[in-house]
């Protein structure tokens, strides 16, 4: 059995998407990531189910939450900063492990709220989904 911990999975990230110029990059600074895949639903029940409903997925959707450390200084924070500013796609990769499997997509960061406790460090929580891309969303790694 190959189980996971949270700590050895690894998000990246790469302004101007997908496409963009540039490697992929760690994003370091996070904690507490979750990767939310689902699915819509159409009821294709029939007289054949012999009384039970039956059920499709349609289209799928996906977003990602997590939190980071205020910290102007480095180089995702202000990464995921601006593509929310700026309404910029920006591409995430939300893997197991740093070569690992996971979702690829270009996402639109829909929420940026500060949380700032007494006696903790400030704090930005942050949900991106997937946006708008010539690129289609695809999960990656074996």
């Avoid at 819509?40 to 409903?53: H, L, P, S």
């Avoid at 059920?55 to 977003?63: D, I, M, N, P």
């Avoid at 709220?113 to 903790?120: G, I």
């Amino acid at each position: 059995m190959a189980i996971r911990l949270g700590m050895e999975a690894a998000l990246k990230y790469k302004t101007g998407g997908q496409a963009g110029a540039g490697a992929w990059t760690a994003l370091g600074n996070t904690r507490d990531v979750t990767l939310n895949l689902e699915a819509g639903e159409a009821d294709v029940t029939t007289r054949a189910n012999n009384g039970w409903r039956a059920t499709v997925a349609t289209l799928k959707e996906a977003s990602v939450e997590f939190e980071m450390v205020w910290d102007t200084g480095d180089a995702g924070f202000t990464a995921i900063k601006n593509a929310f500013f700026n309404n910029d796609p920006i591409g995430l990769q939300i893997l197991d492990a740093a070569a690992g499997q996971g979702l690829q997509a270009d996402f639109s960061i829909t929420n940026f709220s500060r949380s700032e406790a007494l006696e903790e460090a400030i704090t930005v929580s942050v949900t991106a989904k997937v946006t708008y891309s010539t690129t289609a969303p695809s999960w990656i790694g074996s």
